[in-house]
């Protein structure tokens, strides 16, 4: 399911950057571009990185 329609992240993409480092949604944004256009989707990144996070 993409979360970013401007920049084509899906919630997979979301979650596979943190198994591969990414430790904050700051990261994501670094490295995915997910939030960094119109922003929309900014809130739900941040739910799905979180648990990303957690489950880590
Ligand atoms: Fe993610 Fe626009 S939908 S920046």
Do not use: F, N, P
């Not at 084509?8 to 198994?19: C, P």
């Not at 256009?37 to 996070?53: H, L, S, Y």
């Amino acid at each position: 399911m993409y979360v970013c329609l401007c920049k084509g992240v899906s919630d997979h993409q979301i979650r596979q950057t943190v198994e591969d480092g990414a430790r904050s949604w700051r990261d994501v944004q670094r490295e995915t571009g997910c939030g960094t256009q119109c922003g929309k989707c900014a809130c739900q990144g941040k739910v799905i990185t979180r648990e990303a996070v957690k489950a880590e």
